[in-house]
C-alpha cells in the first residue's frame, strides 16, 4: 500500500482559479464581447481586471499563494501569480505538494463581476464561466469538481441555467451572498429552490459575491485599500468579520421557512469560516424556540438549530474554533478548504494547517476524515 492510500483523503470545499486573461473576451456571447471582463494596465496596480469602468484585484494578488503580502510587487503581472490558478496540470501537481485529493473550484473575477449593474452582461459573464469551468474541470474529474454561477434577477433563466450546469457536470451553482432586492426567504424564490432540491443541486454562496451597488462600493473601496496599504485596512474596519451579513442570510432561509418547504434543499455558505456559528445557533435558538426575545414571531416544528444542520454546511480554512464547537454547529456541517491559490490560502502549507486545527488524538479519526474528506465527498458527489 503505498502512503497515499494510507494517509486520510483530503478534499477542499473551496479553491480558486485565477480566470486567464482571454477567457471572457473569447468565451463570452458574441453581442457582450466588446463589454466583457478584461485584463487591463493599472498605473499603481500593475496587470488588474476591468469591466464597465470597474476595476478588480491584481492577479499576483488573487494567485499569491505560498507568498507573503510583503513579496508582493507593486507592478504585479500574470507570471508572479502561481500558475495553478489556470493550469490544471500544474494545479494537480501543486495539490499532490499538499496532499489535497479533490478540489471545488470557484471563480475569482466572476464574483466581483456580480457587482454589474446591467444584469443581461452579468448573466452573459456567468454563462461564459459556467462553460469555461466544466471544460476545464475534464482534465481531471476524478479531482476537480466546478462551480456554476447564476442571478435570481429572473428566477426562470436561473433554473434553467442551473439545470444546464448540472448536465455539464458542475456540482453546485452559486448564488449572490447578499442582494439589492428580496431576500431569499421571500417566496419570489421558492421555484429556484424547488428545481435545485428536484435536481439535487447543492446551493453555493460565497464571500465576494455581493450582488449590485453593494458589490461596486466595496470594489472600490478594495482597490483603495490596496493602494493606501495594511496600516489603513485596520484602522478602517476593511479586515472585520466576515460573517457578520451571511448570518443575516442563514436566519432569513431559516425563519422564512424556506428549509421547511424544500428540506431536502442543500445550502454552503463558503470562506465565512465558521466558529461564530456555535453562538449564532445557541442565539437564535434562545431568541425564537426558548422565547426569550418575545418580539420575534417563529411558527415552525424545529429549531433553528435543526434546520441549520440538516440543511446547510460551512467551509472554513483556518477556524480550529469551529472545529471545537463542532457538537454545536455539526459534525455533518463543516468542510475544510484550502483557497488555493488566493494569497489567504494555506497553501503550500495545508498539511501543517490541518494538524494543527486538528492534531492527531484531538478528535476521533472518524469525524476528522468527516471534516477533511467525507462531508465534501456527500454534498458534491465525490
Known amino acids: 500500500m503505498s502512503d497515499h492510500d494510507r494517509r486520510p483523503r483530503v478534499l477542499s470545499a473551496d479553491s480558486h482559479i485565477v480566470e486567464p486573461p482571454d477567457l471572457f473576451v473569447e468565451t463570452i456571447e458574441p453581442a457582450f464581447r466588446d463589454r466583457a471582463p478584461r485584463v487591463v494596465e493599472h498605473p499603481e496596480l500593475g496587470t488588474i481586471w ?29 507570471d508572479r501569480a502561481r ?15 499538499t496532499g489535497v485529493d479533490g478540489a471545488l473550484l470557484y471563480p475569482t473575477i466572476g464574483f466581483h463581476s456580480y457587482g454589474l449593474q446591467d444584469p443581461l452582461l452579468l448573466r452573459a459573464v456567468l454563462t461564459a464561466w459556467n462553460h469555461w469551468i466544466a471544460d476545464y474541470c475534464k482534465a481531471a474529474p476524478e479531482r476537480l469538481k466546478g462551480v456554476g454561477c447564476v442571478i435570481l434577477d429572473d428566477v426562470d433563466l436561473a433554473i434553467a441555467e442551473m439545470q444546464r450546469c448540472k448536465r455539464s457536470g458542475l456540482a ?51 482597490m483603495q485599500r490596496m493602494v493606501a496599504g495594511p496600516v489603513r485596512d485596520y484602522t478602517s474596519g476593511a479586515v472585520a468579520l466576515p460573517d457578520y451579513h451571511v448570518q443575516e442570510l442563514i436566519f432569513q432561509l431559516i425563519a422564512s421557512g424556506v428549509f421547511e418547504r424544500f428540506p431536502k434543499l442543500t445550502f454552503v455558505c463558503a470562506e465565512f469560516e465558521a466558529g461564530w456559528a456555535a453562538p449564532m445557533l445557541r442565539y437564535f435558538d434562545s431568541a425564537v424556540w426558548d422565547g426569550t426575545h418575545p418580539y420575534v414571531v417563529y411558527d415552525l416544528p424545529l429549531k433553528p438549530s435543526d434546520y441549520f444542520q440538516r440543511n446547510m454546511a460551512l467551509t472554513f480554512i483556518r477556524d480550529e474554533v469551529a472545529v471545537r464547537c463542532r457538537d454545536i454547529i455539526g459534525q455533518d456541517n463543516l468542510m ?47
Not at 451572498?177 to 446551493?203: C, K, N, V
Not at 484531538?362 to 454534498?379: F, H, M, V
Open 50 to 78: 476591468e469591466v464597465e469602468g470597474l476595476g478588480y484585484p491584481s492577479v499576483e494578488l488573487m494567485g499569491g499563494a505560498g507568498r507573503s503580502i510583503e513579496e508582493m510587487e507593486l507592478s504585479a503581472r500574470f
Open 83 to 97: 500558475q495553478g490558478g489556470w493550469d490544471a496540470a500544474e494545479r494537480i501537481a501543486d495539490m499532490d505538494t
Open 172 to 222: 453546485t451553482v452559486n448564488v449572490p451572498s447578499q442582494l439589492d432586492g428580496d431576500h431569499y426567504g421571500t417566496p419570489s424564490y421558492d421555484r429556484f429552490w424547488a428545481a435545485a432540491q428536484d435536481l439535487e443541486m447543492p446551493i453555493s454562496t460565497h464571500i465576494g459575491s455581493v450582488r449590485g451597488e453593494k458589490s461596486h462600493s466595496r470594489a472600490v473601496e478594495y
Open 336 to 382: 475544510w478548504s484550502d483557497d488555493y491559490p488566493h494569497l489567504e490560502s494555506c497553501w503550500p502549507d495545508s498539511s501543517k494547517v490541518i494538524d494543527r486545527i486538528m492534531p492527531e488524538g484531538s478528535l476521533p479519526a472518524d469525524e476528522r476524515d468527516q471534516i477533511l474528506y467525507g462531508n465534501t465527498a456527500r454534498i458534491y458527489g465525490w
